[in-house]
């Protein structure tokens, strides 16, 4: 156990001076093998077998597909959609920002792609009707953490394969925390627009002219509205694979694209280099937690762990706390990705000696990790929220916490304590039993 604590030493010092995720675990892996003196030839052979996957293909089809969204530009139609089914609440064009980040994550599949997409229209609109900057800054940044659990969630494909669970039973139990958290964060904003200069929305004479722009923004709509209704019907279904409903993806964008010449050969080179560079990284990282997970698994150290675990904590909802701290420092140390495959690899077996549902650790692990990447110091996310709606920490730091406190953090417990909240769908739908 010493060599494994001061293998995991090791990782967390390369990690904290710089060192790329990916290349701390390989130093990791390295460093096991060595002590342990395991078999490499067959470490490799078993690793490679997991990472040599049809469904794995998806995971840069996906970040392909919302990459590509992202330079089209598209997600100005669904926003303008949105807003004019809203227009008549003060609080409108906050409760748009949260809706459409949740509709487009579910386009995108990743967290980042949301908040820049939707960050780049939203904020400056959000100011000019006379939000503050820093409310408007940290409600984009916080409904970011959608991506990780709207389906379809990249992150969220690597749990399924390492867990060795469903794509669709994972994808669709993140779903109910997404709800609530969506819900959340439109009452909270509705409560902090009291006190502020809003422009009222432009008023209609009648319902009348008000349908006829909807009408006519819908229509404007139907390319972008139409992804996600094929994304969750192709799912639901079962007609189409994953990895099939994420090639479809690509070059129906790709079409929207160069239909409406809002996309050149340039920006297509970009994202596809932008997509091998994330694809390549996190399969790295994938291959080295897999190999450091065998070796854990082979020398029943996660054995020991999980039974030390249960030992040590009087029940299953203190076992829970302690992950959930985890998984909050994960957070804020590493993007989505890594934090997903890295809790799925080696935080999983200690939940599942627990007899935690690994569906019900799956909304666990992306509420957490979602918290974690707009929680200060770090907040990844917060930080390039802030960069998109060129905003101070001193501006948005406070609302984002009042969004966190406030709205994440009783989710989170929600989702914890309350398995059903994540389970009640996917059993509905039938992907799990």
Known sequence: MEFVLIGFAVCLVLIVIGVPVAMAFGVLTVMLLYFFGQDAGYLIEVTYKKVDSVILFAVPLFILFGTLLDATGLAKRLIDFVNLLMTRFRSALGAVTVVTTALFSSISGTDSAAIACIGTVMIPRLVAKGYHRGHA??????????????????????????????????????????????????????????????VPEEKFDSFGEQMTHITKAGIHCIPVLLLPFFIFGSLYSGLITPTEVALIGVFYVLALGFYYRALTWQEIKIAAISTAVISGAVTLMFYFTETTSKILILEGITDELGAWVVANSPNQAVTLFMLNIILLLLGMMMNDLSGTVLSAGLLWPIASAAGVDPYHFAAITGVNLGLGTVTPPTAPMLFLAGRIGNSSAEEYIKPALVLMIAGMVPVLLITTYWPDLCLFIPKALGFIK
Do not use: D, E, H
């Open 137 to 198: 800054t940290a409600l984009v940044a916080c409904s970011g953490i959608l991506g990780q659990l709207v389906p379809p969630s990249v992150p969220m494909i690597f749990y399924a394969i390492i867990t060795g669970s469903s794509i669709l039973g994972v994808w669709f139990a993140t779903l109910g925390p997404a709800i609530l958290i969506v819900i959340m964060y439109c009452f909270l904003n509705a409560w902090a627009v009291r006190k502020m200069p809003i």
